[in-house]
């Protein structure tokens, strides 16, 4: 168990839907990553928060946004969802504000759009 | 486009066996960090390595960093059934102003009892 947790498990939803995807990162550690695994893309950074702000950003769609909340957790909204955003979300955390040191990874939430 | 190119992409060896692959990467890195991904699982990160030529290990694991900072080397000695999984390597890559961390497509290791 890595400390970081995520919610929901799984996710089921049409396209054109929006949807939230939770996570609380480790006790003590204040940024926050979000990746998305797909079979053909592999693991790609989405975004990342260190301590309530916006750090840096990776592939992220426009139709999706992160935010960090005072008390750290975060959240991923997606919308107008495609099918070709079924994947596994992950978010990681870290202490360290740099990407360069030891992500600890969340169990994931699998996205399915239909 | 993926920056860090793992090998080999799948193994299947007999319980008992060692196990070595690799991460080779154009760029250089600072760091390398070798994680392992159980199937619907999160990756759970293995070892870390900071320093060029930094030789790690974590119980039946190893990790190089090699000297020229563009690749690194995992082996696992006395491969057991839970060793089963996908191994990726990943490191810190600075793109547009940003930093990020980047991934290899893994290595699936099966290992038969």
């Known amino acids: 168990d890595s400390g970081v947790t995520q919610t929901p498990k799984h996710l089921i939803t049409a396209t054109g839907q929006r949807v939230t995807l939770r996570c609380s990162p480790r006790?003590?550690?204040?940024?926050v990553y979000w990746y998305q695994q797909s079979l053909d893309q592999g693991l790609q950074f989405l975004i990342q928060?260190?301590?309530?702000?916006?750090?840096a950003k990776g592939n992220i769609l426009e139709r999706f946004s992160a935010q960090q909340f005072p008390d750290l957790h975060s959240e991923l909204n997606l919308s107008s969802l495609e099918l070709g955003d079924s994947a596994l979300y992950f978010c990681?955390?870290?202490?360290?504000?740099?990407?360069?040191?030891?992500?600890?990874f969340g169990p994931g939430t699998r996205l399915t759009v239909l | 486009g993926q920056q860090l190119n793992q090998s080999p992409q799948s193994m299947f060896i007999q319980e008992g066996e060692d196990v070595s692959m690799n991460c080779t990467s154009s760029?250089?890195?600072?760091?390398w960090l070798w994680y392992k991904q159980d199937p619907g699982e999160g990756p759970v990160l293995l070892i870390a390595?900071?320093?060029?030529?930094e030789l790690t290990s974590n119980g039946r694991l190893t990790a190089q960093f090699g000297i020229t900072r563009k690749d690194s080397f995992l082996n696992i000695s006395a491969s057991i059934p839970s060793d089963v999984g996908i191994y990726f390597c990943?490191?810190?890559?600075?793109?547009?102003?940003?930093?990020?961390?980047?991934f290899g497509k893994g290595t699936k290791l099966t290992v038969n009892p």
């Open positions: 990681a955390s870290s202490v360290w504000s740099r990407p360069g040191r030891e992500q600890f």
């Open positions: 390595l900071y320093k060029a030529g």
């Open positions: 990943a490191g810190p890559l600075t793109q547009g102003g940003s930093e990020k961390l980047v």
């Open positions: 006790s003590g550690d204040l940024s």
């Open positions: 760029s250089i890195f600072n760091t």
């Open positions: 928060y260190y301590n309530g702000e916006e750090r």
